[in-house]
């Protein structure tokens, strides 16, 4: 599942459309993605992992789930869930959950809850942390109406970065690693994205998908752990366990 960043990343990909008319529409989503033919897309926007292509009236949302993707000028083996033909290119989707929205988004999403985004509050994020003293910190950073945009990779990172067990209660946390937890997950969201960028992204990870722990040098435990059951990477070593 792409995270925040990838998003953002395909947001500047998708710019050379912009402005431009959809030619045609095509693909498998039950949505009416038909209303977007002869229509002049005037944005690309993202919140979290949502990936949002802008008309006059209405918006189209793209989630990728988990084994979404897209093709710009290119095309891949399989059915399309939805593809835009401009003058100048089509925009191919495959396997991801497309829904039209006719709000204007403002009243649909809160921008500040947007770790990529220039209006994110990060006193907001505390304060929204604060208010789930039993949830675990390794669910924590997946709660995209926390941290909308943070995904798995971010959690494992983050986590080891500041030296926090993943089954660590938010309540037990000191103030200065709350604090320290919301201030890594933005600066991480942006390293993210440079590294992704420059396709380096997978030579950062320190913990996420590793065996050893480098600062230890003692094996990892892997285990799928809270109510996301989603795989974590942790050192019972040096990441403390606050419960």
Known sequence: MPEGPSIVLLKEAAAIFTGKKVLSVTGNSKQDIGRAAGRKI????????HFLICFKDFTIRVHFMLFGSYRINEERDMKRRMALTFTNGTFNFYACSVKIIDEPLDEV???????????????????????KPNMLAADAILDQNIFSGAGNIFKNEVLFRIRIHPLSRIGSLPQR?????VS??????????????????????????????????IPFIKEHLGKTNRRSFFCNNCQVLYD
């Open 42 to 49: 005037i944005a690309f926007k993202s919140w979290g992992k």
């Open 109 to 131: 999403y809160d921008w500040s809850t947007d770790i990529m985004s220039p209006q994110w509050d990060a006193a907001k994020a505390l304060k929204k942390l604060k208010a």
């Open 177 to 181: 690693n709350l604090k320290q937890l």
């Open 184 to 217: 890594e997950v933005h600066t991480y969201a942006f390293e993210f994205m440079e590294w992704k960028r420059n396709y380096v992204l997978k030579k950062h990870w320190l913990a996420h998908t590793k065996i050893i722990c480098p600062r230890c040098h």
